[in-house]
């Protein structure tokens, strides 16, 4: 790893950081790329790379969820009743989910990734922003089952899951934004937790990893991205409580549709480096 890559896994850390904080995302969208980079011009095969990316970035996020729910709990926003029931449910899915997904072509990876996400930010975006805000649904059952599909994506896709379980939060269980990004966050410890071990697990032996790797986790690019990203988690939150929901909501849905075009591919078909 050249001093260059060692800055630019920094920076990185701590623009996924902030973006955590704020949106309640664990950030995979701007890490996966970097990373994917990274490995295959270290000569890692595609395949491999990808998958090394995903793991890499669930233990990134677990220490970055860490941080920014405290933040968020010191603000009063997290429901952690909430956040340990769904969390502890989406854990065990994300174990089986990531253990999928090293089965799979990395390409069917991304690209069922980008076509939730973007039908996320859709129904998002048609629902429009609550007048009066309701009491968030007080059903240990219901969060369990909607952790599901949560625990599912965060494992599939080395992703925190936020981008999905904030929809299902706002529009299904009635969460106001500020408590929807927040809990998301929580929910994001237990989960990437479970699609951490799958990787590792399931990445064991394989052939052509870079070294200092655990299965799919690579070390020294965790501990670069890691390192910044847990200060500036701190920093994200405390912006989202300076935010109106409405804007904290247009800023994820734009987002959420960015994330979703790029894992399809869009930006590169049109070669535009974004």
Do not use: C
Request: proline share 5%; glycine share 14%; hydrophobic share 55%.
């Amino acid at each position: 790893m050249t001093p260059l890559h060692i800055v630019i896994l920094l920076f990185s850390g701590a623009a996924v950081g902030f973006v955590s904080g704020l949106l309640g995302i664990g950030g995979g969208f701007l890490m996966t790329p970097l990373q994917y980079a990274l490995f295959t011009s270290a000569g890692v095969p595609s395949d491999t790379a990808i998958k090394l990316a995903f793991g890499t970035n669930l233990l990134v996020i677990l220490p970055t969820a860490i941080s920014g729910a405290w933040q968020h709990t010191k603000k009063g926003a997290v429901r952690w009743r909430t956040a340990v029931i769904m969390g502890v449910s989406s854990m065990a899915v994300s174990f089986g989910a990531a253990t999928l997904a090293t089965h799979l072509p990395g390409v069917v990876l991304k690209m069922t990734f980008g076509a939730i996400i973007i039908i996320s930010g859709i129904r998002l975006l048609m629902s429009g922003t609550p007048k009066v805000e309701t009491e968030p649904v007080n059903s240990p059952w219901l969060w369990a089952v909607w952790s599901v599909p949560v625990g599912f994506f965060v494992g599939l896709i080395g992703f925190g899951g936020g981008g999905i379980a904030i929809p299902i939060m706002v529009l299904v269980l009635k969460f106001s934004m500020h408590m929807a990004v927040a809990t998301s966050l929580a929910i994001m410890i237990f989960g990437s937790a479970g699609g951490v071990i799958g990787y590792i697990v399931n990445g064991l032996g394989v052939p052509g990893l870079p070294p200092y790797s655990i299965g799919y986790v690579n070390l020294p690019s965790w501990f670069l991205l890691a390192i910044t990203s847990v200060v500036t988690a701190q920093l994200g939150a405390k912006t989202a409580h300076r935010l109106s929901a409405k804007w904290l909501r247009n800023i994820f849905i734009a987002m959420t549709f960015y994330v979703g075009l790029k894992m399809l591919g869009l930006f590169d078909w049109l070669g535009w480096p974004l």
